[in-house]
């Protein structure tokens, strides 16, 4: 039995609750596709989250000083489009009614940049529970940078709503170990312990004491039936209380409550109650059976009264802002530089004019040009999943955050790569440029995140490194192969493998002036060379995702286009063409996308139409017939890689100039 909280109005309270369900319950009926199950039980409690607790302003959706709430249990998006509609935000009753319609603001699950007021896309579970905890450090380390006494504009609370399946997911469990590691108080979630999924009950497969896990992670956790509102608010008034420990409140709710014959079961998780079954529970809470999408007057009005009282905080808070820029120039300075990411105009050129030069590996221009871009950029922050020593990707001078020690650039994310990247998706909606690094091979672990950066266009750099099976003697457990082509093969993803100094440089260049999407920088561990240019060479090629690198004095035979480690490759095995009467123009394509993507004179430019074509890169060939056209040559390895020395490697997989060479010239001397 429901429990009266102090202070409201009982029977104006109830109709509020039963307004946010049966809005969930009409619109998945309309659109008969949908999860009404878990709107209908945590309604009591996201009616208290935004009546008591969530600091927002609807008519000013992004102000940098509004609570962040988090729906990571993303199939009960009707429970958020329900409560950003009754809050006032530009949500209005048509677009419910419109659930799961193309082209509507209330898609399946919530979506960052579709609807006004979702903070992150969510749905794939335990995503959310990771931005969430991104969102929350980016607070702390604005608070950090800019904070004074009299005022902190980076300073606000994380709030969200996670469920079984949430915390069945490894990726959460990654991030909430580091949020309890890095102590962040501002973080507050209320777990829907429904005790079911698709299956049926949590039982078949979860049977552990989820509080005891996250007491051992050291999170603050408290518990309530989510029903009893009184109970709930007390459980939330601790959790605000606490600013030491991420709290998690643990509210054990009936999915579907009220539903005469679905309560309880799993046949109310993912699919309509059905019209018998819906009239059935509007019977049973009292709710009138018509009309559907009913939002009394009196409801409306008290989330009108609600965001009237939180205006006067809007208000506040802009009256301190403009206190603390007038006396804190220059930490206002750098709150504007944070919050808007900013990237200086000619950042590109800068770090291209100052590339590294010489024979090393990628990584180690990496981590030269990095250093570069974070003088440049104060938003870049980043680190790596324990592989630092290996990725070569700390800011020197800069500390690591750590609990309590927010003012760093650096994270030590331990052997957590979906945690990390699920983090720094988090940290690039609150204010930063994040990048994330481990070995290449390692973005299979990490790659549900990596493609929610893309479907959010975030701006998040992964750097991953030993991109080949040219690492060698860790062996095919740890050399990429079809790594490079699955993720070009994601929308919106820039993938850049650069073969030398400059075209790291470029690179970076590139992720840093992207502002909507990520960008992936595949390096090498073994050295190269540094690479000859034609004096005709512009920098402004670098742009173009491809780019002419070798001309042959006499007219070409073949053109040979390859990638990182293998563009030097190719200029070794077309001297040797050369000399066998065939002369070879090199194209080096560090973005076979970007290159892609420009108009046809470039591209004919590059790569003349009609002429004999190779892509030469150690890793799938799947993509490359785009380059190469069907009658190309693709070389590649199509297979798993080997456990032993690099020159061992090269040899046996034939990436040596003079088998590259041979290989050309006997694919040339068969007709076309």
């Given amino acids: 039995m429901t429990t009266q909280a102090p202070g409201i109005d009982a029977a104006l309270e109830q109709r509020a609750v039963n307004t946010i369900r049966f809005l969930a319950v009409d619109a998945v009926e309309q659109a008969k596709s949908g999860h009404p199950g878990m709107p209908m039980g945590m309604a009591d409690v996201a009616y208290l989250l935004w009546t008591r607790y969530l600091r927002y302003q609807p008519q000013d959706p992004a102000w940098p000083g509004r609570d962040r709430f988090v729906l990571s249990a993303g199939h009960g998006s009707m429970l958020l489009y329900a409560m950003l509609h009754l809050a006032g935000y530009d949500l209005p009753l048509e677009e419910l009614k419109r659930f799961r319609r193309l082209k509507s603001r209330t898609p399946g699950h919530p979506e960052y940049g579709v609807t006004v007021g979702v903070e992150t896309t969510t749905g794939p579970l335990g995503q959310g529970f990771g931005n969430a905890v991104g969102l929350a450090l980016a607070s702390r380390m604005l608070s950090a940078r800019c904070a004074t006494p009299e005022f902190d ?25 580091l949020a309890g590691h890095w102590g962040l108080g501002n973080l507050k979630l209320v777990y829907d312990q429904n005790h079911i999924s698709i299956e049926g009950d949590t039982a078949l497969a979860f049977t552990e004491d989820v509080g005891k896990r996250f007491e051992a992670y050291g999170w603050q956790v408290g518990h309530a039936n989510a029903q009893d509102r009184a109970a709930v608010a007390r459980a939330l008034d601790a959790a605000a209380a606490e600013t030491a420990r991420p709290s998690l409140v643990i509210a054990t709710s009936t999915i579907a409550y009220g539903a005469p014959h679905k309560a309880g079961t799993a046949a109310a998780h993912g699919e309509p109650l059905g019209a018998e079954e819906a009239l059935a529970a509007k019977r049973a809470l009292g709710w009138p ?27 506040a ?119 994330g690094a481990s070995f290449l091979i ?41 790594q490079l082509a699955s993720l070009r093969a994601i929308p919106n993803m820039l993938v850049i493998r650069p073969a030398d100094g400059i075209e790291t440089a470029a690179a970076w260049g590139l992720a840093l002036e992207r502002r909507d ?53 190719a200029a070794a095995a077309a001297v040797l063409l050369d000399s066998r009467g065939l002369p070879a123009r090199v194209v080096s394509m560090p973005s076979p996308q970007l290159f892609l993507a420009q108009d046809a004179a470039w591209r004919e430019r590059v790569l003349p139409p ?63």
Wanted: charged share 20%; aromatic share 8%; hydrophobic share 45%.
């Fill in 153 to 177: 504009p980076g300073a606000h609370r994380v709030f969200g709503i996670v469920s079984d399946g949430d915390l069945m997911e490894g990726v959460a469990s990654e991030a909430a170990s």
């Fill in 517 to 569: 999407g990520p960008t992936l920088i595949a390096l090498t561990r073994q050295n190269l060379p540094a690479l000859e240019r034609p004096a005709s060479f512009e920098p402004a090629a670098l742009r173009r995702g491809g780019y002419v690198l070798r001309e042959p004095a006499a007219s070409a035979a073949v053109t040979l286009i390859a990638t990182g480690s293998e563009v030097s490759l």
């Fill in 442 to 482: 390692f973005t299979d672990y990490a790659r549900p995140a990596i493609r929610l950066s893309a479907l959010m266009r975030r701006q998040v750099v992964w750097v991953f490194t030993h991109d080949s099976v040219f690492l060698g003697e860790d062996g095919p457990t740890h050399e990429p192969i079809e």
């Fill in 610 to 672: 009609g002429g004999r074509r190779v892509s030469i890169e150690a890793g799938s060939t799947v993509g490359w017939d785009r380059i190469v056209g069907e009658r190309g040559l693709a070389i590649g390895i199509d297979r798993f890689g080997e456990s032993a020395p690099l020159a061992e490697i090269q040899q046996h997989f034939g990436f040596t100039p003079d088998k590259i060479a041979a290989r050309i010239a006997d694919w040339l001397s068969k007709p076309a």
């Fill in 317 to 435: 808070w802009h009256a301190a802002l403009k206190r603390w820029r007038a006396a804190h120039a220059d930490r206002a300075a750098l709150w504007d530089q944070l919050v808007e990411r900013r990237v200086p105009p000619d950042g590109f050129e800068r770090l291209v004019a100052n590339a590294p030069a010489g024979p090393a590996a990628t990584r180690a221009h990496g981590n030269a040009v990095l250093q570069q871009a974070a003088a440049l950029v104060p938003a870049l922050v980043g680190g790596a999943a324990d592989l630092e020593p290996s990725t070569r990707t700390a800011i020197k001078g800069s500390t690591a955050i750590q609990r309590g020690d927010f003012v760093g650039r650096n994270f030590h994310f331990g052997v957590r790569e979906h945690g990390m990247a699920a983090i720094l998706n988090g940290l690039s909606l609150g204010g930063f440029i994040p990048y």
């Fill in 289 to 315: 059976e018509q009309p559907a999408f009913l939002v009394p007057d009196d409801v409306r009005g008290l989330f009108t009264e609600r965001a009237a009282a939180l205006r006067r905080d809007y208000d």
